[in-house]
């Protein structure tokens, strides 16, 4: 249903800025009432947003930069939500008269007509390099019927539809002109079925990807509805950080706050893909986040079977007793057993390359007696094996029994090859799930090819009666370990035994070699303490010697000076523990400057020839010397007047 105010939007969108959200408003609403499709209305709406907003590295929608684009590059539907978002800001005066929003109706090459209102408007515009769209001033007009043989306005709405979800270059030749107004049925038609044999794609962040980019995909026509990206861009394609951004979307905390909503009966499939691409880029399954795993994994065997595909056959082949064959093919078996994932088809390929063929299913007996086969039977090889366009794992049996190829060859002259089928038997790796709605064992992977045989019948999903009177949950290949342990006890203590005595040893050493290393840990340790000690007594001594012999310099610099004893004392005091006479020089020298500036300040000065020894002179001088240093004792200034 439409937004009527921006409080009736999503949660989500509440948190774009308010004009981002006024744009998606307008939006959705005017695609809602042109499609009546909530997930068109969506797409359009977001579509809208992104051309002038984008997400920031934290998540936050900001508004884009200017940036250069070439209008004659546009699509139909992007130069749709453009005017369509200028229309939306009220700048027309019937707008902003009414406060009704307007509804973009058609575009022509410099014209635009919309709705507001129950009122048509007709108004030139203007698209600029930077996107922006300019509106001329609107006058009102009517709409007038005009019937045509065929409607070929219907015919050019599903063109817009079609075109805004393929990657379809707006000025292709084809489009614009089917799209004039001199536009025929029949081009419009044709333009049609070109369309629809493009690709469909899904736009994100401005990007186009095909439905292979997506990890969730209901319906290829129907981008909308396409979830989960595992394709960073088109040129990466499937990239890990992607993955993870798409397992997160699975979690309970979602992506970023946003968890992805995917029908239960279509997430393990979903998973199963993840999987899938993981593998793709050689991550194990215990590297996987939790998100993508299944409860349990599982081994099973597989066994279905095909008819020959007629449509293949070639007399010039069929003559060389060359019978190209189905092995397998993805999706569900007929009895919706199993459902084979693309990479099952994968593995099939590469197992049963060159694989020996047979002439019918062994009975029990015959497979208890005789497992690897009688060379009677072999009748032919399986080679040159692949993926087929539609997505089936193929190859071609060599026959090398005269018999089979006149029976092969008469059964085609006949029409009846199709009588004659394959059936395979193999072991499957995958896990148990739910896939449109059916409970089903989901095949990721063929990990072991057993046989291939010629039958005369297809089996509806499986080999008719193959195994069927057989317990095969003690089959080697796909036993279960609890299974075992029941059924052969004395194995599992035989093996117990021999891990044991085979591990005992390496244990035994294993200890030895710990307690050999904690040794060596000690003695280094032993070793670290004795070489700071040594250190630190070097750097001791070295100290000294420096202290030692910048205390010659120091006391033979000082002694040398003309000063006082007790500026004497006080520089020896300053340099006590000094490992250089490095700025001695510069305090000898203030010292005399301060030792004269003293005894300036003493002297009786302007009255004639004095004598300078007389007690009145020294206790003037001592007055001064006491008074400019407060903190010197009573002996300090006797001693440094009796040395002036």
């Known amino acids: 249903m439409p937004y009527p105010t921006l409080d009736s939007l999503p949660d989500w969108v509440k948190e774009m800025p308010k004009h981002a959200q006024e744009i998606y408003q307008a939006s959705w609403n005017a695609a809602y009432e042109e499609y009546k499709d909530e997930g068109k209305a969506a797409a359009t709406a977001i579509t809208a947003v992104k051309t002038k907003f984008e997400k920031s590295e934290d998540g936050k929608w900001k508004a884009k930069e200017a940036v250069d684009i070439n209008p004659g590059e546009l699509s139909s539907e992007d130069k749709r939500r453009l005017i369509q978002s200028e229309l939306e800001k009220g700048r027309n005066p019937e707008a902003i008269a009414t406060k009704l929003s307007p509804w973009l109706r058609d575009i022509f090459d410099t014209e635009i007509v919309y709705e507001l209102g129950g009122q048509l408007f007709k108004a030139p515009y203007t698209i600029d390099d930077t996107g922006k769209v300019t509106i001329g001033t609107p006058t009102k007009v009517i709409a007038v019927t005009q019937y045509k043989a065929t409607e070929v306005k219907s015919l050019q709405n599903e063109i817009v539809q079609l075109s805004g979800f393929r990657a379809i270059d707006a000025s292709d030749k084809r489009l614009v002109k089917s799209l004039s107004k001199e536009a025929t049925v029949q081009e419009c038609e044709d333009c049609i079925k070109w369309l629809k044999e493009e690709a469909v794609v899904k736009t994100e962040d401005g990007v186009k990807f095909p439905a292979e980019a997506f990890a969730y995909v209901p319906d290829p026509e129907k981008p909308s509805e396409w979830k989960l990206r595992i394709w960073e861009d088109p040129q990466k394609k499937v990239t890990r950080k992607q993955l993870g951004a798409a397992a997160a979307a699975l979690s309970p905390g979602g992506f970023r706050g946003q968890r992805v909503d995917i029908p239960s009966g279509d997430i393990s499939k979903v998973k199963a893909k993840l999987r899938s691409a993981y593998r793709s880029l050689d991550v194990k399954d215990e590297e996987m986040p939790k998100w993508v795993k299944e409860a349990e994994m599982v081994r099973e065997l597989v066994a279905e079977s095909c008819a020959i595909d007629i449509e293949e056959v070639t007399k010039e082949k069929i003559a060389k007793g060359i019978v190209p064959v189905r092995i397998i093919q993805p999706g569900f078996n007929v009895s919706r057993e199993k459902f084979y994932?693309?990479?099952?088809i994968k593995d099939a390929v590469k197992v049963y390359e060159g694989t020996k063929m047979y002439a019918d299913h062994q009975t029990d007996e015959d497979d208890k007696k005789r497992p690897e086969r009688s060379i009677k039977d072999w009748v032919a090889t399986l080679k040159n094996n692949k993926v087929s366009a539609s997505g089936n794992a193929c190859g071609e049996a060599y026959i090398n029994a005269g018999w089979l190829k006149e029976k092969a060859q008469a059964l085609y002259e006949q029409g009846d090859l199709n009588q004659l089928a394959v059936s395979i038997l193999g072991v499957g790796k995958g896990s148990k799930g739910e896939v449109e709605g059916h409970k089903t064992t989901i095949i990721e992977g063929i990990v072991k090819g057993r046989s291939v045989d010629f039958v005369t019948e297809p089996g509806a999903g499986g080999r008719a009666g193959l195994m069927?009177?057989?317990?095969?949950?003690?089959?080697?290949?796909?036993?279960?370990?609890d299974r075992f342990k029941k059924e052969r006890p004395d194995l599992v203590e035989a093996l117990t035994v021999e891990l044991s005595e085979t591990f005992k040893p390496k244990q035994e050493d294993k200890m030895a070699e710990e307690k050999k290393v904690e040794e060596v840990q000690k003695e280094l340790d032993t070793t670290k303490v004795a070489l700071k000690e040594a250190t630190?007594?070097?750097?001791?001594?070295?100290?000294?010697?420096?202290?030692?012999?910048?205390?010659?310099?120091?006391?033979?610099?000082?002694?040398?000076?003309?000063?006082?004893?007790?500026?004497?004392?006080?520089?020896?005091?300053?340099f006590k523990d000094a490992e250089s006479d490095k700025g001695l020089a510069e305090a000898i020298k203030a010292e005399t400057e301060y030792v004269a500036k003293i005894a300036e300040t003493g002297r009786v000065k302007d009255l004639g020839n004095t004598t300078p020894d007389t007690d009145a002179t020294k206790a003037a001088l001592r007055e001064a010397v006491k008074k400019a240093n407060p903190t010197w004792s009573d002996k300090m200034v006797d001693d440094f007047v009796k040395g002036r």
Do not use: F, G, H
């Open 468 to 481: 069927e009177s057989a317990d095969i949950s003690n089959d080697i290949d796909v036993i279960s370990l």
């Open 341 to 344: 994932m693309p990479d099952a």
């Open 536 to 574: 630190d007594q070097l750097a001791a001594e070295k100290s000294a010697r420096a202290k030692a012999d910048a205390k010659a310099k120091i006391d033979k610099a000082i002694a040398e000076a003309k000063l006082p004893e007790v500026s004497k004392e006080r520089l020896l005091a300053q």
